[in-house]
């Protein structure tokens, strides 16, 4: 069996890869994934090789494809695709090619028991659309696990968002084996099916931490507990969670490796989404004599598209530290 992934996002591609690898190396099953990105479909030789995998695959994933340049070519592999399809936190154009069973974005269902349930979930134009989203899989889930029958197919759909968002090596094998037990023929209870493990939409990472933390204060006891040196000033960095919890993470441990040879903390806060200001005032604060050097690649990692400012904010806090530590450690 053969699932086709698209996305804008390339962290994922080592993970689905790993995880449909491990997949068929503890259960004995041949499974593969094709995992594309949109900015592929401005190939034509990888364009044809992605229509042909789409067209032959026994399940189709897209997420975050919102480009008008690569709308119109989906379009036209999503329509000839006969397998089932589930479209995530994308563009209504495309989302609309979603269908799981008798779950279908697409159209009106004949039997109409849960359509008022069914039209929540049809795509909407604007910017809110993948919050709006998100919000009712968050509110969902956990009452639509125990119903039978047809909503069985929107719990997968839900489930998908949160697999995909909370992408850990863990949830990526558990996401596979979901598709492979509900969506292809003959996988029926010859995989196991587990529920998606939730993290936080902020916290603090770190690679020798055994899971993410989700205040400072259950940070700092675990820092504590190292007994190492980090007496040379604290510098803060901000990712994406998507990017803190898949297995691609070696430029992350290597900074952070890197300031604590240093005797510097590396206090790296992660969110769920572009904007970092909650990371910011949960993690980094003055209140500890201006110890903090926040690293931000640009304005859109603090205050998110449309709160430049906030970058200016974070600037001057830095300029701050730096005078009240007389000199900084940058990142």
Same mark, same amino acid.
Request: charged share 25%.
């Given at each position: 069996?053969? %699932?086709?992934?698209?996305?804008?996002?390339?962290?994922?591609?080592?993970?689905?890869?790993?995880?449909?690898? =491990?997949?068929?190396?503890?259960?004995?099953?041949?499974?593969?994934?094709?995992?594309?990105?949109?900015?592929?479909?401005?190939?034509?030789?990888?364009?044809?090789?992605?229509?042909?995998?789409?067209?032959?695959?026994?399940?189709?994933?897209?997420?975050?494809?919102?480009?008008? =340049?690569?709308?119109?070519?989906?379009?036209?592999?999503? =329509?000839?695709?006969?397998?089932?399809?589930?479209?995530?936190?994308?563009?209504?154009?495309?989302?609309?090619?979603?269908?799981?069973?008798? %779950?279908?974005?697409?159209?009106?269902?004949?039997?109409?028991?849960?359509?008022?349930?069914?039209?929540?979930?049809?795509?909407?134009?604007?910017?809110?659309?993948?919050?709006?989203?998100?919000?009712?899989?968050?509110?969902?889930?956990?009452?639509?696990?125990?119903?039978?029958?047809?909503?069985?197919?929107?719990?997968?759909?839900?489930?998908?968002?949160?697999?995909?968002?909370?992408?850990?090596?863990?949830?990526? !094998?558990?996401?596979?084996?979901?598709?492979?037990?509900?969506?292809?023929?003959?996988?029926?209870?010859?995989?196991?099916?587990?529920?998606? %493990?939730?993290?936080?939409?902020?916290?603090?990472?770190?690679?020798?931490?055994?899971?993410?933390?989700?205040?400072?204060?259950?940070?700092?006891?675990? !820092?504590?507990?190292?007994?190492?040196?980090?007496?040379?000033?604290?510098?803060?960095?901000?990712?994406?969670?998507?990017?803190?919890?898949?297995?691609?993470?070696?430029?992350?441990?290597?900074?952070?490796?890197?300031?604590?040879?240093?005797?510097?903390?590396?206090?790296?806060?992660?969110?769920?989404?572009?904007?970092?200001?909650?990371?910011?005032?949960?993690?980094?604060?003055?209140?500890?004599?201006?110890?903090?050097?926040?690293?931000?690649?640009?304005?859109?990692?603090?205050?998110?598209?449309?709160?430049?400012?906030? %970058?200016?904010?974070?600037?001057?806090?830095?300029?701050?530290?730096?005078?009240?530590?007389?000199?900084?450690?940058?990142?």
């Amino acid at each position: 069996m053969r %699932f086709v992934f698209l996305s804008t996002q390339d962290n994922y591609i080592t993970g689905l890869r790993a995880a449909a690898a =491990a997949i068929t190396r503890e259960h004995a099953v041949d499974l593969t994934v094709g995992v594309y990105l949109a900015s592929d479909l401005a190939d034509p030789v990888r364009r044809e090789r992605i229509a042909a995998d789409v067209a032959a695959a026994d399940f189709v994933l897209g997420a975050m494809l919102f480009g008008e =340049a690569y709308i119109r070519p989906l379009e036209a592999m999503l =329509a000839r695709a006969t397998c089932p399809i589930a479209i995530l936190m994308s563009n209504p154009s495309l989302a609309k090619f979603t269908r799981l069973g008798k %779950f279908n974005l697409g159209g009106k269902d004949k039997d109409d028991s849960h359509g008022g349930m069914m039209d929540s979930f049809k795509p909407k134009h604007g910017h809110s659309e993948m919050s709006r989203q998100l919000t009712l899989v968050k509110s969902l889930t956990k009452i639509l696990k125990f119903l039978p029958g047809r909503f069985r197919d929107l719990h997968s759909f839900i489930v998908l968002h949160l697999f995909w968002v909370h992408n850990s090596p863990e949830n990526l !094998q558990r996401m596979l084996c979901t598709i492979a037990e509900r969506y292809v023929p003959g996988m029926k209870g010859k995989l196991p099916v587990e529920d998606p %493990f939730l993290y936080p939409d902020v916290a603090l990472w770190h690679p020798d931490a055994p899971a993410p933390f989700p205040d400072l204060r259950s940070y700092e006891k675990w !820092q504590k507990k190292r007994r190492l040196k980090l007496d040379k000033g604290v510098v803060g960095l901000l990712t994406l969670r998507v990017i803190a919890l898949c297995d691609n993470v070696a430029h992350l441990t290597a900074l952070i490796r890197a300031l604590e040879a240093r005797g510097i903390e590396a206090r790296l806060a992660y969110t769920a989404t572009l904007d970092n200001r909650p990371a910011m005032d949960a993690f980094f604060t003055p209140a500890d004599g201006g110890r903090q050097t926040a690293a931000s690649k640009g304005a859109t990692a603090v205050g998110g598209r449309s709160c430049r400012h906030h %970058f200016w904010l974070l600037a001057g806090w830095r300029h701050g530290a730096e005078q009240a530590r007389g000199g900084a450690h940058r990142a």
